[in-house]
């Protein structure tokens, strides 16, 4: 039974994609029959893994159903989709009912993939909706007839689970989930092993060094912190727990860098093509935004694993890189990311980009098959170690691998079109019911007018949201009830919508629901508290960047100086993240005590705020402590190795 679903998922996975695929090249159909058949689609998907994944007869049954009456609900649409959209704001009691059904299975879904909070939160959405002209006259919600309520989050196919952001979810996302699915399993990322053993053996922590690097690649274009966790983890934690790393720091590594994908361009997060449409800009203006964060991510990441390594006594492990599959099969992940830059960067559609990506992707796979039997003696034994196969076996291998791509990509992009469907019933709910404005209010009662104060309650907001929602549930909650408070404080909403995005993603590795560092625990066998401690402790610098991206656009590439004002800026902003990852893992030259660690983390404040238009008086405070405390780690240093016999 369980490997007829398996079948049957596979087959679904690849004619889904397929289908999507096709929609780029020829448009047949109207967007909301396409937003109906990639919703209905997700479902079934979502409901035929749940009876894959179940232990029992039923539950297996139960993953079944939800399957069928997802199909069901795709066929009612399909076939009164003239009705429908005629009807809309006045549906009759059959259609209200379907519309019912909807709802409860994308909240299913979304419980099923995502874990019970966004669910219950879009719930309590609906509710309000439904129920809130029964509050008193500041909390309330004006009254709307149930089935008005029921055609504006579902059956009228314009608004809440069908629209704009089903629309992205379909158009955009989508096709670069497949893309993602495929770099993992036609093996793209061996390279990237390859290449953190390159870099890793040139500093100290080696494979911990490795992990930033390959799993930053990674996240580049999976753009998903836990599936990336699950993709390079599987090697890069048992890799650092042999190199001396304890499996709560293995884990925590591996999480905090797997995190970074989400801002890191071209692909990012799912919530990055949501803000492109809240912000009513092109997806590669964010992409161009993200490019100097997420550099200054993974060199804050970076930065506090060479100081952790060198306190842990880890020093620079010599590595055996293997520069033929380096050179192999790095093209995998180069020529594809090229072709989707060129295209993005020549405003072609997201979607025609991911498709030519995709494609390009799959031919050079095809071809390298060929191109190994092709090459230098030499190279072989690296390339087969087994021996190389018959022509027609490696080609099959590479298909089924093709196929696996497909399938895992279609998965993974019916869970984000659940949980899509569920952040479309909030957005609507928050708009129509005014539910974010006491909110909004407590907000701007708390924070006094002060910019910084209401900047600091929506970072508290979006991590504690985010304790228990994807990051797209977190990052849209949080810009409907904080956004327009903080605007009005004088913060530019381009700005603050990427702020929000950052604490978003960080969600997922604060605890104390940490998505990211779940399955790097299991795989880890670690602690998941300790890991979670540990994986806060290595984002210090990560909670403090955004503020700078707020005060100072030039980060963000808005409003930039020219060359040598945007070096020096750079260069001090680097300096900050190593003053900061010394602070916090107590070590610079040799252990930091207290009151080193002390002066370092005013030195790093007090060069925040230089950056943030403080005035020249904090640079130079910052500059003598951080001078002070090398000057005297120094000549420590010098004194301890004195003592050393010669």
Same mark, same amino acid.
């Given at each position: 039974?369980?490997?007829?679903?398996?079948?049957?998922?596979?087959?679904?996975?690849?004619?889904?994609?397929?289908f999507?695929?096709?929609?780029?090249?020829? /448009?047949?159909?109207?967007?909301?029959?396409?937003?109906? !058949?990639?919703?209905?689609?997700?479902?079934?998907?979502?409901?035929?893994?749940?009876a894959?994944?179940?232990?029992?007869?039923?539950?297996?049954?139960?993953?079944?159903?939800?399957?069928?009456?997802?199909?069901?609900?795709?066929?009612?649409?399909?076939?009164?989709?003239? @009705?429908?959209?005629?009807?809309?704001?006045?549906?009759?009691?059959?259609?209200?009912?379907?519309?019912?059904?909807?709802?409860?299975?994308?909240?299913?879904?979304?419980?099923?993939?995502?874990e019970?909070?966004?669910?219950? @939160?879009?719930?309590?959405?609906?509710?309000?909706?439904?129920?809130?002209?029964?509050?008193?006259?500041?909390?309330?919600?004006?009254?709307?007839?149930?089935?008005?309520?029921? +055609?504006?989050? +579902?059956?009228?196919?314009?608004?809440?689970?069908?629209?704009?952001?089903?629309?992205?979810?379909?158009?955009?996302?989508?096709?670069?989930?497949?893309?993602?699915?495929?770099?993992? %399993?036609?093996d793209?990322s061996?390279?990237?092993?390859?290449?953190?053993?390159? !870099?890793?053996?040139?500093?100290?922590?080696?494979?911990?060094?490795?992990?930033?690097?390959?799993?930053?690649?990674?996240?580049?274009?999976?753009?998903?912190?836990?599936?990336n966790?699950?993709?390079?983890?599987?090697?890069?934690?048992?890799?650092m727990?042999?190199?001396?790393?304890?499996?709560?720091?293995?884990?925590?590594?591996?999480?905090?860098?797997?995190?970074?994908?989400?801002?890191?361009? *071209?692909?990012?997060?799912?919530?990055?093509?949501?803000?492109?449409?809240?912000?009513?800009?092109?997806?590669?203006?964010?992409?161009?935004?993200?490019? @100097? *964060?997420? !550099?200054f991510?993974?060199?804050?990441?970076?930065?506090?694993?060479?100081?952790?390594?060198?306190?842990?006594? @880890?020093?620079?492990?010599?590595?055996?890189? %293997?520069?033929?599959?380096?050179?192999?099969?790095?093209?995998?992940?180069?020529?594809?990311?090229?072709?989707?830059?060129?295209?993005?960067?020549?405003?072609? /559609?997201?979607?025609?980009?991911?498709?030519? %990506?995709?494609?390009t992707?799959?031919?050079?796979?095809?071809?390298?098959?060929?191109?190994?039997?092709?090459a230098?003696?030499? =190279?072989?034994?690296?390339?087969? *170690?087994?021996?190389?196969?018959?022509? /027609?076996?490696?080609?099959?291998?590479?298909?089924?691998?093709?196929v696996?791509?497909?399938?895992?990509?279609?998965?993974?992009?019916?869970?984000?079109?659940?949980?899509?469907g569920?952040?479309?019933?909030?957005?609507?709910?928050?708009?129509?019911?005014?539910?974010?404005?006491?909110?909004?209010?407590?907000?701007?009662?708390?924070?006094?007018?002060?910019?910084?104060? %209401?900047?600091?309650?929506?970072?508290?907001?979006?991590? !504690?949201?985010?304790?228990?929602?994807p990051?797209?549930?977190?990052?849209?909650?949080?810009?409907?009830?904080?956004?327009?408070?903080?605007?009005s404080?004088?913060?530019?909403?381009?700005?603050?919508?990427?702020?929000?995005?950052?604490?978003?993603?960080? +969600? +997922?590795?604060?605890?104390?629901?940490?998505?990211?560092?779940?399955?790097?625990?299991?795989?880890?066998?670690a602690?998941? =508290?300790?890991?979670?401690?540990?994986?806060?402790?290595?984002?210090?610098?990560?909670?403090?960047?955004p503020?700078?991206?707020?005060?100072?656009?030039?980060?963000?590439?808005?409003?930039?100086?020219?060359?040598?004002?945007?070096?020096?800026?750079?260069?001090?902003?680097?300096?900050? $993240?190593?003053?900061?990852?010394?602070?916090?893992?107590?070590?610079?030259?040799? /252990?930091?005590?207290?009151?080193?660690?002390?002066?370092?983390?005013?030195?790093?404040?007090?060069?925040?705020?230089?950056? $943030?238009?403080?005035?020249?008086?904090y640079?130079?405070?910052?500059?003598?402590?951080?001078?002070?405390?090398?000057?005297?780690?120094?000549?420590?240093?010098?004194?301890?190795?004195?003592?050393?016999?010669?």
């Amino acid at each position: 039974m369980q490997s007829a679903i398996a079948r049957l998922i596979t087959a679904l996975g690849v004619a889904f994609v397929l289908f999507h695929m096709t929609l780029t090249q020829v /448009s047949f159909m109207g967007t909301v029959h396409v937003q109906n !058949i990639h919703l209905g689609a997700s479902l079934i998907l979502v409901g035929l893994l749940t009876a894959a994944e179940a232990r029992s007869r039923r539950w297996r049954a139960y993953g079944v159903v939800l399957a069928l009456l997802g199909l069901g609900a795709m066929l009612y649409v399909a076939l009164r989709y003239d @009705i429908l959209i005629n009807a809309q704001g006045f549906p009759k009691p059959v259609d209200v009912a379907i519309g019912l059904l909807i709802l409860a299975l994308v909240f299913e879904a979304t419980r099923l993939r995502w874990e019970p909070a966004m669910p219950i @939160i879009g719930v309590l959405c609906f509710a309000y909706y439904v129920f809130g002209h029964h509050l008193p006259a500041s909390w309330g919600a004006p009254y709307t007839p149930f089935s008005t309520v029921i +055609s504006n989050l +579902s059956i009228g196919l314009y608004s809440g689970i069908f629209g704009q952001f089903m629309a992205i979810s379909a158009n955009e996302v989508f096709l670069f989930m497949v893309f993602g699915g495929l770099l993992a %399993s036609l093996d793209a990322s061996r390279s990237f092993t390859e290449l953190g053993k390159l !870099i890793g053996s040139r500093f100290p922590g080696g494979s911990g060094m490795t992990t930033v690097v390959s799993s930053g690649l990674m996240g580049m274009v999976t753009g998903t912190a836990v599936s990336n966790v699950a993709i390079c983890g599987s090697y890069t934690i048992p890799m650092m727990k042999r190199d001396g790393y304890p499996p709560h720091i293995a884990a925590a590594i591996e999480a905090t860098a797997s995190t970074g994908g989400q801002i890191a361009p *071209p692909v990012l997060g799912s919530a990055a093509f949501i803000m492109a449409a809240l912000l009513a800009v092109s997806y590669v203006q964010i992409a161009i935004t993200a490019i @100097i *964060p997420a !550099i200054f991510y993974y060199l804050a990441v970076f930065a506090a694993v060479y100081f952790m390594s060198l306190r842990l006594g @880890i020093g620079r492990k010599p590595a055996v890189v %293997s520069k033929v599959e380096l050179l192999y099969y790095l093209p995998l992940f180069v020529v594809p990311l090229v072709v989707m830059t060129i295209l993005l960067l020549g405003l072609r /559609s997201v979607a025609y980009a991911a498709f030519y %990506s995709i494609v390009t992707l799959i031919a050079m796979r095809f071809v390298m098959v060929l191109v190994g039997r092709w090459a230098p003696a030499a =190279w072989r034994p690296r390339l087969h *170690p087994d021996g190389m196969p018959p022509l /027609s076996t490696e080609l099959r291998d590479v298909a089924r691998k093709v196929v696996a791509g497909f399938r895992d990509g279609a998965l993974q992009g019916a869970a984000i079109a659940v949980v899509i469907g569920t952040s479309g019933v909030m957005a609507e709910s928050l708009t129509a019911t005014g539910a974010a404005v006491p909110i909004g209010w407590a907000v701007d009662a708390l924070s006094g007018d002060s910019r910084f104060i %209401s900047l600091l309650l929506t970072a508290v907001m979006c991590v !504690i949201l985010g304790a228990g929602l994807p990051t797209v549930g977190a990052y849209l909650l949080t810009a409907a009830i904080a956004g327009p408070i903080v605007i009005s404080n004088g913060v530019d909403a381009y700005s603050l919508h990427f702020f929000i995005l950052y604490y978003a993603c960080l +969600s +997922s590795v604060t605890p104390p629901v940490a998505a990211a560092v779940l399955p790097a625990t299991v795989i880890a066998g670690a602690d998941y =508290w300790r890991t979670g401690w540990e994986a806060t402790i290595l984002s210090v610098m990560l909670y403090l960047l955004p503020f700078l991206f707020v005060y100072e656009p030039a980060l963000i590439a808005r409003n930039m100086p020219g060359l040598m004002p945007m070096t020096l800026l750079l260069a001090e902003v680097t300096v900050i $993240c190593f003053l900061v990852a010394a602070s916090s893992q107590a070590y610079l030259l040799r /252990s930091l005590n207290i009151w080193e660690r002390a002066a370092l983390a005013t030195a790093s404040l007090a060069a925040m705020a230089h950056v $943030c238009k403080a005035g020249i008086g904090y640079l130079l405070v910052a500059v003598l402590l951080a001078a002070l405390v090398l000057g005297r780690q120094i000549v420590q240093v010098r004194r301890e190795r004195a003592l050393i016999p010669s």
